[in-house]
């Protein structure tokens, strides 16, 4: 599909979180590519591991967790960087976008001083001056006015608190942006605008984003493919329009089917009955298989592998065992 | 409501606190057994000697008349004099505060150091044996009388290693040329290298007791604050905008710890300036602490009285200027 190559690419990414009664197994085997330019949705329920492979690629887990797998950063194995090294790359090639702007920002510290403190720790050699230049121009791109910069984040709205995560963000022109459920907290005209603005904003600086969020209104808005989580499970990755008009999974058909539409009227809400299993010391078989319509044994035996179909898209789950390729 | 009315309102609330204080006090002292007059005669002068030693000091009059009189005088910053030696109580006081001051900062810094690194790092390495050991160490010294802590570092260091001196503040006859009163300040201003050893020598045990003690506490609040800050996003974005762990720790979560910090630190310090009372004893340190032990034994009530003023003084000021630091660290208690 894109043959440019790839900013950031997992390979069978694993997480997990070690407690005294076994490894909570939050992020397995999960691999994917991303490319410039490319907005890579990630959706799924809570605890589903989506915001855990949002902070694994930053390598900003809690000390419980162990990483698994490859993550590389154009030709760079980042699992093997040490924490000096990883200092580097946060907020200089990878950044975040937080859920919470309110809590997000220093309370004590004025907005210029976290601009400052971000460019000057990545590139001593910039004066402070300059440094100001970059926040102001920043601040622009989203839309803050410069004579902000003296003024201390409680100052601003959740809207504006948002905008600065972002400016912030971008300051550096990272590659990649990861953006965790950037919108979640913020109202709902609210989000529609820093939706806006985000797209506005990867469109110039044309890095790659990874967009987290259990949101479908927003990936549908968003992204261009989108990666279904489940129990840690990457279950389906696909074209964004095939996800919707054509899902495989039957999670994520199930999924879909549970978003309330305006449109269908007298028409029940669906829900997929059960919970996600514990991902404590979770063994083989399909994650999904205890809910699933179409289980049949193999799915509750043995973990389905990777399938790439023909075009392209990949799904994990025995049904398609005779349609797709195994990746390696 | 701006900084400025908030600091005049609390110089304003405070003097009601300070008269409120000094009335219980007053009260107090006059209701408890004990006579200054007898205390100072002894039992067995005759009656007369003492009903005329009474009327001279004022104390034959009824005691709401003394109390009248004692807050005028006080309105004119007249502390009156001590029954027991008849000189001005803010003088006697002066001459010990020095003291005070001096251990206290010494224990201060101590604690401060203490309390702030070891608290931080605790609190960063959050269940590591750095934490651990942190813990077991401040419930120890929590629990630890500073007389008993005293003691066994005097009969370390000044008995059984007689490396240092275990009472006093300094040889006779050594004391440097009195420019402060704070003897380590003086010796240096003069030059004066062997009073300003000694000096250093005698305030060592006392501080490092005073210290350590107050130490534990400082390193419970650093620790807890820290666990709390460390934990918030904003310490997280940082991290996640590559900033170095050693500014994510210090400048982040640490100096938005320090305002709870801050205000138990200064409430600490107040007590302190207004006399280590056991630590002062322990070893025999001439400051308000031991003044005021002394004092109280005799019933010398203008100095008791007095001790308490100062005492009301220092926490008042001490507690704005924290309100004035606070408000400096955090914008949003400025705004």
Known sequence: MNRERAVCSLKSLKVYYMTFDGPVKAVDDVSFDIHREETLGLVGESGCGKSTLGSAILKILPRTARIYGKIFLDDTDITALDEREMQKIRGARISMIFQDPMTSLNPIMKVKDHFIETIRTHRPEISEEEALEMAARALAEVGISESRLNDYPFQFSGGMRQRMMIALAIVLRPS??????????????????????????????????????????????????????????????????SIYYDPLHPYTKALLESVPNTRIEDKELKYIDGFPPSLLNVGEGCRFADRCPKARKVCFEKTPKDLVLEDGRLVKCWLYESEGQVEE | MS??????????????????????????????????????????????????????????KPILIQYIDYLGNLLKGDLGKSLLTERPVLEELGDRLPATIELTIFGFIIALVIGIFWGAEAARRHD????????????????????????V???????????????????????????TGLYILDALF????????????????????????????????????????LSQDYTRAARARGIKEKSVVYRHALKNAMVPIMTVMGLQLALLFAGAVLTETTFSWPGIGTYLVQKIRYRDFMAVQGAIVIYAVMVVTISIIVDIINAWIDPRIRY
Do not use: C
């Open chain 2, 190 to 229: 003069t030059a004066n290298w062997e009073s300003l050893k000694e000096a250093f020598r005698h305030l060592l045990l006392p501080g490092v007791t005073l210290g350590l003690i107050i130490s534990s506490v400082f390193l419970r609040m650093v620790r807890g604050n820290m666990i709390l800050t």
């Open chain 2, 128 to 151: 590591s044996v750095f934490d651990v050991s942190a813990r077991v160490y401040s419930i120890f010294i929590y629990s630890v009388p500073v007389f008993w802590l005293g003691m």
């Open chain 2, 3 to 60: 900084l400025k009315t908030y600091l005049l309102a609390r110089v304003l609330l405070a003097i009601p606190m300070v008269l409120i204080l000094l009335t219980v006090v007053f009260v107090v002292l006059r209701i408890i057994p004990g006579d200054p007059v007898l205390t100072l005669l002894g039992g067995k002068a005759p009656i007369e000697v003492i009903e005329a030693k009474r009327h001279e000091l004022g104390l034959d």
């Open chain 2, 153 to 179: 570092l005097q009969l370390i260091f000044g008995v059984w290693l007689r490396v240092l001196p275990v009472a006093g503040r300094i040889p006779p006859l050594m004391e440097p040329k009195h420019i």
């Open chain 1, 176 to 241: 990649l942006i990861i953006a965790d459920e950037p919108t979640t907290s913020l109202d709902v005209i609210v989000q529609a605008q820093i939706l806006e603005l985000m797209k506005e904003i990867q469109g110039h600086v044309r890095s790659a984003m990874i967009l987290i969020t259990h949101d479908l209104g927003v990936v549908a808005e968003m992204t261009n493919r989108i990666g279904v989580m489940y129990a840690g499970h990457l279950v389906e990755l696909a074209p964004r329009d």
